[in-house]
């Protein structure tokens, strides 16, 4: 007997949730528990009193496991707003990379010119090393990071996805 | 300025004004303040059991038949981990209900100090919500929260992690009203979208094969939608089947029953599910128990799907028109409609001629004798009805066998009056549920009927019944086998009994004795009648040991990976092996 493997969506949903002990461990949690994915998620309060968090978590599944995700987080005591915003369309998603290459000559002014292309900055750099911060949609630095490995690539951090709607609406 | 209490007796001033009466529990180390609170009062009545585990089933039955969530108190580590599964239990089945768990102290959390266990991390996937309270301020509006929180929308369990130094330290206590409860986000949903209740209704009216699929979300919605319920299957005309869990919603009598759906489900109510042109699910999950194989399931139907939990919709199937909200204000929403437009069913003539071809095959059916002179089991429970149903007795359940032929053979007249492991299928259940039932209904009759495997895997609560003189009856389906464990053996894996014989059993009846039960044996059909007339004659607790067919089957069954219409209605059907597909699909 085999297992089947089914068609794959991958959506970024924005979750907003009371600031309080246990509320990441719940999430992720639920999504371990379920078998659902998170490809990336990122947390931050933002709110001037500290009460409330937005989560912004991309997930791929199924169309029916991706409608599962909303209403099983909906669920959630502490959940107070679940937003898909792929299925809303029309938002911005952003991530932020510190991209770490080592080298020297020619590689070194290579790294240069592709991260000029790019618009990452150095944000560190010694005789043979340079850190580059990189700002862009994942697939913009999931290029970026190829183009490195060719050329030195030592060491990356990702924070993972903020995103928000479009517009003059706030959800 | 309000005095300052402890949090001990914050707890226990909270409990009270939650109007508790009951609490089950067990004391250790990191409970004993509130124990102490508990010993200088008298408005709650602490039942003190004889494991953790005890005591969350009993707070499941109590709860299942009042409709008043149940409360446990035991303390952290071993305590915390012996309630789990009654826990987890509580979270399938819906059960309200509040745990208070002792906790070490704040400072040596996370040390891995004596009898430190992470009960929240440990229970944050079987429970509707938890807490680990670190500020006795926070201590009343937590209580407050966790009552509303178990009792409200869906219910379920809470659990409340209470380390031992927040109940000896002193705060403020306030009773809070549910609008100034901690958690703004968490609004459950009431009413349902009325659009959506006109598209609803608007269907039935127009359906030639309707087909009503009941859950217990009607009966934790309480008593009132099951009279709801009743007016429109009278309206309606409809069929209606129910869920384990659903039992009793419609009383068993009315001629519009087709008896329980699924795997263990009458051949009519699965028929008419696969056949319907519209299916209204009230209350129910499309459990895999419950649809057989998904993509037959009711294959030409549109379908309407009221809950109150927005996860449970589309979650297994898709259906046409949700309505998220309380099973009964929404079915009082659909009679209104249904009256106010005046709507007339169709002609259901020739879908009932149709049903009554499927319940002629009659397949409930079983001989009364066998040859061997063994007692029928289904036999035994049809006795047992005929015995006590005119006192409509609360019937709890274990899990096997024994629990599908009550399910089967035990007609439900109405709600609240039927307890059993249906989400989880918890061995042991019923024996510590029947004693929360029997405190929460000091005069009924209340009957755990039980297989001779489950029973002893809670056995210890006997003593609970007997300090507190409640007079359950535990009537025991004894086949010497974990029948069902069998039964799977005998229809998957070709007969080979691995480890499902119930070896070394223990004298039932002078068990009971050293108990200080009643203990009754019946061991022949002839002696049916009379063994249970001194059961129900013995005003204490009684445990009966019947003797039943060791190798009986339960019938008819939908083998697993099988759709609603290859039902199996006679053993003589069974082939005995089953492919690795059909295995896995268990
Ligand atoms: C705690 C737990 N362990 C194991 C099982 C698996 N199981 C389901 S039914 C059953 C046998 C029950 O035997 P018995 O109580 O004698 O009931 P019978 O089927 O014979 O009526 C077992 C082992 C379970 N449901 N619960
Ligand atoms: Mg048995």
Known sequence: MHIQQQETERHTLSVTVDNEAGVLARIAGMFTARGYNIDSLTVADVTEDDSISRITIVTTGTPAVIEQVVAQLDRLINVHRVIDLTERGNFVERELALVKVVGTGEHRIEALRLADVYRARVVDATTGSFVFEVTGSSEKIDKFIELMGEIGLVEVARTGVAAIARGKEAV | ?586
């Open chain 2, 1 to 586: 300025m309000t005095t300052e209490m402890s949090g001990a007796d914050i707890l226990i001033q909270a409990l009270n004004d939650q109007g508790v009466e009951v609490v089950f529990g067990y004391p250790g180390g990191a409970v004993l303040p509130i124990y102490d609170a508990l010993f200088n009062q008298q408005r709650i009545k602490h039942i003190l059991v004889r494991q953790e585990g005890g005591a969350a089933h009993a707070a499941e039955g109590y709860a299942r038949s009042t409709g008043k969530p149940g409360v446990v108190l035991v303390t952290s580590g071993p305590g915390a981990t012996n309630a789990i599964t009654g826990i987890a239990d509580a979270m399938m089945d819906s059960i309200p209900m509040v745990v208070i768990t002792g906790q070490v102290g704040t400072p040596l959390i996370g040390s891995d100090a004596f009898q430190e266990c992470d009960t929240v991390g440990i229970t944050r996937h079987v429970t509707k919500h938890n807490y680990l309270v670190k500020d006795p301020a926070k201590l009343g509006d937590i209580i407050h929260e966790a009552f509303h929180i178990a009792t409200s929308g869906r219910p379920g369990p809470v659990v409340i992690d209470l380390p031992k130094d927040v109940q000896v330290a002193t705060a403020p206590y306030r009773r809070t009203n549910t609008s100034a409860l901690p958690h703004r986000g968490y609004k459950p949903a009431i009413k349902g979208d009325l659009t959506a209740i006109e598209q609803a209704i608007e269907l039935l009216s127009k359906a030639e094969r309707p087909m009503i699929y009941t859950g217990g979300g009607i009966i934790n919605s309480g008593p009132a939608a099951s009279m709801v319920l009743r007016e429109l299957v009278k309206l309606t005309g409809a069929p209606v089947t129910s869920t384990l869990m659903g039992l009793g919603a419609l009383p068993a009598s009315s001629p519009q029953w087709l008896g329980m759906l699924g795997m263990h489900g009458t051949y009519e109510a699965n028929m008419a599910m696969n056949q319907c042109d519209v299916m209204l699910c009230l209350g129910a999950r499309f459990d895999d128990r419950v649809t057989g194989r998904l993509d037959a399931f009711s294959p030409h139907s549109k379908k309407i799907h009221v809950d109150i939990d927005r996860g449970s919709i589309n979650k297994i199937v898709r259906v046409d028109v949700p309505i998220i909200g309380d099973v009964g204000r929404v079915l009082e929403d659909m009679v209104k409609l249904w009256k106010a437009r005046e709507y007339q069913p169709r002609d259901l003539k020739p879908w009932w001629n149709t049903i009554k071809t499927w319940r002629d095959r009659n397949c409930l059916a079983y001989p009364a004798s066998v040859e061997s002179g063994e007692i029928v089991p289904q036999h035994a429970i049809r006795k047992l009805w005929e015995a006590t149903h005119r006192q409509q007795p609360i019937i709890t359940t274990e899990v096997g066998q024994h629990q599908m032929w009550a399910a089967q053979h035990f007609d439900f007249e109405s709600p609240n009056k039927w307890l059993t492991s249906g989400g989880l299928g918890t061995m042991g259940y019923g024996l510590p549920a029947a004693i929360g039932a029997q405190l929460g209904n000091p005069k009924a009759l209340v009957i755990d009927i039980a297989g001779e495997a489950s029973i002893q895997m809670n056995i210890q609560e006997m003593g609970t019944a007997t300090q507190y003189r409640l007079p359950v009856k535990v009537f025991i389906l004894n086949n010497e086998y974990m029948g069902m464990v069998r039964q799977w053996q005998d229809l998957t894996y070709g007969g080979r009994y691995s480890s499902s014989y119930s070896d070394s059993l223990p004298d039932f009846v002078r068990l009971a004795e050293a108990y200080g039960w009643k203990g009754i044996r019946i061991e022949r059909p002839d002696q049916l009648e009379q063994g249970i007339a001194d059961m129900l004659a013995h005003d204490g607790p009684v445990m009966v040991d019947c003797m039943v067919a060791k190798m009986a089957n339960c019938f008819p069954m939908i083998p697993s990976g099988a759709s609603h219409t290859d039902m199996i209605l006679d053993p003589a059907q069974v082939s005995g092996v089953m492919d690795d597909e059909a295995k896995a699909l268990v």
